[in-house]
């Protein structure tokens, strides 16, 4: 049983648009939500992460949005370009340190 | 280069066997973990290890061992009771404590022909 439900499981972009992918979570424990990033063939890498105590980050053109009561996290791309084509993965972690992650979203940029 | 080195990129094993899959760190973490990856499933915890010579097990270690003898090394062995081995591996370290990095290695492909 998945701890973490993400959706949509694919979107497609046209390049400058906004990508949206949204996260939900039932285990309260959690208290550190990363989203990581994957390309075809290789190993997921950290994007950007949020902790709860704060309701937004932002790092370039990518964004979390995190609300606590709603045990809901969003990660917006904005301006997507060609090269953010991917596989991106939301996870929670607790006070046991092991990522749970979503089933990931395939984001498509069309140029 | 510091990071996580997985071998072999590209592995085949056939019905009924062992087969272990490497993985190597040098970023001197002491927390570890494999990851099983199959489509649109996300990926699903097998093994982790906080420390050298402990390890737990995850939420599908059924049909996988491991090992933890050494600081930089995580071999996973994925046996012949693992009813439906065909995935992507992956494994990743990190230091131990909360919102930490993990960091990945380029992954295995296992297949069972």
């Known amino acids: 049983q998945q701890q973490v439900k993400q959706s949509p499981q694919s979107l497609i972009v046209q390049k400058g648009g906004i990508s949206i992918i949204n996260c939900a979570y039932e285990n309260t424990a959690f208290d550190y939500f990363p989203w990581y990033q994957q390309f075809p063939g290789k190993g997921p890498a950290l994007l950007i992460a949020i902790r709860p105590d704060v309701s937004e980050k932002k790092e370039g053109r990518f964004t979390i949005s995190f609300n606590k009561s709603a045990k809901q996290f969003s990660l917006h791309i904005m301006d997507s370009q060609p090269g953010d084509s991917a596989t991106y993965f939301c996870?929670?972690?607790?006070?046991?340190?092991?990522?749970?992650f979503g089933a990931g979203t395939t984001v498509t940029v069309r140029a | 280069d510091g990071g996580i080195t997985q071998s072999p990129k590209y592995l085949f094993r056939k019905e009924g066997q062992n087969v272990t899959l490497s993985c190597e760190q040098n970023?001197?973490?002491?927390?570890m973990y494999w990851y099983r990856q199959d489509p649109g499933q996300g990926l699903r915890l097998i093994y982790y290890?906080?420390?050298?010579?402990?390890?737990q097990k995850g939420d599908i270690a059924e049909g996988y061992s491991v090992s933890r003898e050494k600081k930089e090394s995580f071999p996973l062995t994925v046996t012949s009771a693992q009813k439906n081995p065909t995935a992507f591996y992956l494994c990743?370290?990190?230091?131990?404590?909360?919102?930490?990095?993990?960091?990945f290695g380029q992954g295995t492909r296992l297949t069972v022909v």
């Open positions: 970023l001197n973490h002491d927390a």
């Open positions: 990743a370290s990190s230091i131990p404590g909360m919102n930490t990095e993990a960091f």
């Open positions: 996870a929670a972690a607790g006070d046991d340190y092991k990522l749970s």
């Open positions: 290890s906080q420390i050298v010579n402990d390890f």
